[in-house]
């Protein structure tokens, strides 16, 4: 970029007063990008860049600490990129990555580590970008991160609450095979399913709730202390596993750190509301489970789970979905996110699907040859997917290797 130059700086604007490790700062004649590679050299703008600006629910700080603390692999290091319009010294965005190691070569990815459905920055406002300021800023932005062999951000969705998505905009970004849908909820609670989803989904949502009814009552229940929590996310990853073991199913709830991280982080939002957890209960039986996310009028429905053995001939995963539409309506909130993937039971309800991005890109021999092996498995996905017929084969394979690992 012309005119651009950088060096190497010491910060001494801690919280704490004390001298964070050296930093590189580079200086164009637009934007200025800081790195850091700590959260809490960087905590009070992310702060309010989570309360006033504009970011998901995937970028908020306690989740972003939760990542740090309990799932970064060995080795790997936090980047986190500060960038700040260069006339006006005014913070634009940050941007979360992390650096870690693969196959031999070292990768600069969003900091997610498998948790975060979304990359997207945040922003300090809802100033709208452009492809033109989008390329500046991601070249201040590169310009400060140590060296790697190449990037690979998935997840991109191509606007962040009406806002354009400055990676999105990257000439680079191309569609992935990711798909995420959603649903926007307004007016009367009370009416939202009916006015909003397909009729079919409706009717089949009544009668399923008129049949738990006449079983003694039916039930939603707010973990909303520690020991709820515990108790309910406890029955979500039980019902979880026996149900993914039962499909022959890959569950990322198998893995020990996983489960610490989700259920620490619902606790520590029990100050804030940030996660939600509840249960549906019939009788004194939990018969789902759902783990949300709430931020800036939108719910992000992350992890469902379902005991089908209580009710037969009842669909619990969409009992406590619809229900959960209405209490979302109650609660103000305007969008209901039900995450990526192309599950049947998104299109039933009625959620319109939207394409994700990815920003993929090799830059040695070691990561040009990574890259190209991830877009050939991608090609090859995507062909699948479009064969019914070869796809539930493929499906069938893969469940009865799994069985066949989980009975060795």
Same mark, same amino acid.
């Given at each position: 970029?012309?005119?651009?130059?950088?060096?190497?700086?010491?910060?001494?604007?801690?919280?704490?007063?004390? /001298?964070?490790?050296?930093?590189?700062?580079?200086? $164009?004649?637009?934007?200025?990008?800081?790195?850091?590679?700590?959260?809490?050299?960087?905590?009070?703008? =992310?702060?309010?860049?989570?309360?006033?600006? %504009?970011?998901?629910?995937?970028?908020? !700080?306690? =989740? &972003?600490?939760?990542?740090?603390?309990?799932?970064?692999?060995?080795?790997?290091?936090?980047?986190?990129?500060? +960038?700040?319009?260069?006339?006006?010294?005014?913070?634009?965005?940050?941007?979360?990555?992390?650096?870690?190691?693969?196959?031999?070569? =070292? %990768?600069?990815?969003?900091l997610s580590c498998g948790v975060c459905d979304y990359s997207a920055p945040l922003l300090g406002d809802a100033n709208p970008w452009?492809?033109?300021?989008?390329?500046? &800023?991601?070249?201040?932005?590169? $310009?400060?991160?140590?060296?790697?062999?190449?990037?690979?951000?998935?997840?991109?969705?191509?606007?962040?609450?009406? /806002?354009?998505?400055?990676?999105?905009?990257?000439?680079?970004?191309?569609? $992935?095979?990711?798909?995420?849908?959603? @649903?926007?909820?307004?007016?009367?609670?009370?009416? %939202?399913?009916?006015?909003?989803?397909?009729?079919?989904?409706?009717?089949?949502?009544?009668?399923?709730?008129?049949?738990?009814?006449?079983?003694?009552? %039916?039930?939603?229940?707010?973990?909303?202390?520690? &020991?709820?929590?515990?108790?309910?996310?406890?029955?979500?990853?039980?019902?979880?596993?026996?149900?993914?073991?039962?499909?022959?199913?890959?569950?990322?709830?198998?893995?020990?750190?996983? +489960?610490?991280? !989700?259920?620490? &982080?619902?606790?520590?939002?029990?100050?804030?509301?940030? /996660?939600?957890?509840?249960?549906?209960?019939?009788?004194?039986?939990?018969?789902?489970?759902?783990?949300?996310?709430?931020?800036?009028?939108? +719910?992000?429905?992350?992890?469902?789970?379902?005991?089908?053995?209580? /009710?037969?001939?009842?669909?619990?995963?969409?009992?406590?979905?619809?229900? @959960?539409? $209405? =209490?979302?309506?109650?609660?103000?909130?305007? !969008?209901?996110?039900?995450?990526?993937?192309?599950?049947? !039971?998104?299109?039933?309800?009625?959620a319109t699907g939207s394409v994700l991005a990815e920003l993929r890109h090799g830059f040695t021999m070691r990561g040009s040859v990574?890259?190209?092996?991830?877009?050939?498995?991608?090609?090859?996905?995507?062909?699948?997917?479009?064969?019914?017929?070869?796809?539930?084969?493929?499906?069938?394979?893969?469940?009865?290797?799994?069985?066949?690992?989980?009975?060795?």
């Amino acid at each position: 970029m012309a005119g651009q130059a950088v060096r190497i700086a010491e910060l001494t604007d801690t919280p704490d007063g004390q /001298v964070s490790p050296p930093v590189a700062i580079a200086a $164009s004649d637009t934007y200025t990008a800081r790195l850091h590679t700590s959260l809490e050299t960087v905590r009070p703008l =992310w702060l309010r860049f989570q309360a006033d600006g %504009v970011c998901t629910a995937h970028q908020h !700080y306690a =989740w &972003a600490e939760e990542i740090i603390a309990r799932l970064m692999p060995k080795g790997a290091e936090p980047l986190i990129v500060e +960038v700040r319009d260069a006339a006006t010294g005014v913070p634009r965005m940050l941007v979360p990555l992390m650096r870690r190691r693969s196959f031999h070569h =070292w %990768v600069v990815e969003w900091l997610s580590c498998g948790v975060c459905d979304y990359s997207a920055p945040l922003l300090g406002d809802a100033n709208p970008w452009t492809r033109q300021s989008a390329e500046a &800023a991601w070249a201040a932005v590169r $310009s400060v991160l140590p060296s790697a062999d190449r990037f690979h951000i998935t997840g991109i969705p191509q606007r962040i609450h009406g /806002v354009d998505n400055p990676l999105a905009l990257l000439p680079a970004t191309r569609d $992935s095979i990711q798909t995420t849908f959603g @649903l926007a909820i307004d007016g009367d609670p009370g009416t %939202v399913l009916k006015r909003l989803c397909r009729p079919s989904f409706v009717k089949e949502f009544g009668k399923d709730w008129r049949r738990l009814e006449r079983l003694g009552g %039916v039930e939603l229940v707010e973990a909303d202390t520690p &020991a709820k929590v515990e108790g309910i996310f406890g029955e979500l990853v039980r019902m979880r596993l026996d149900r993914f073991r039962e499909l022959g199913r890959f569950d990322l709830l198998t893995q020990k750190p996983i +489960v610490d991280f !989700y259920r620490n &982080a619902a606790i520590r939002a029990l100050s804030d509301g940030s /996660v939600r957890l509840f249960g549906l209960r019939v009788g004194e039986a939990l018969i789902a489970v759902q783990y949300l996310l709430v931020h800036q009028g939108t +719910v992000h429905a992350l992890l469902i789970a379902m005991d089908q053995s209580v /009710v037969p001939n009842v669909s619990p995963g969409l009992a406590i979905m619809g229900r @959960l539409m $209405s =209490w979302a309506r109650e609660q103000g909130l305007g !969008y209901f996110d039900l995450s990526v993937g192309n599950q049947s !039971y998104k299109q039933h309800m009625g959620a319109t699907g939207s394409v994700l991005a990815e920003l993929r890109h090799g830059f040695t021999m070691r990561g040009s040859v990574a890259s190209n092996a991830i877009e050939f498995r991608n090609r090859a996905e995507a062909f699948v997917r479009a064969h019914p017929r070869l796809l539930k084969a493929v499906q069938g394979t893969m469940r009865g290797l799994r069985r066949l690992r989980g009975g060795s």
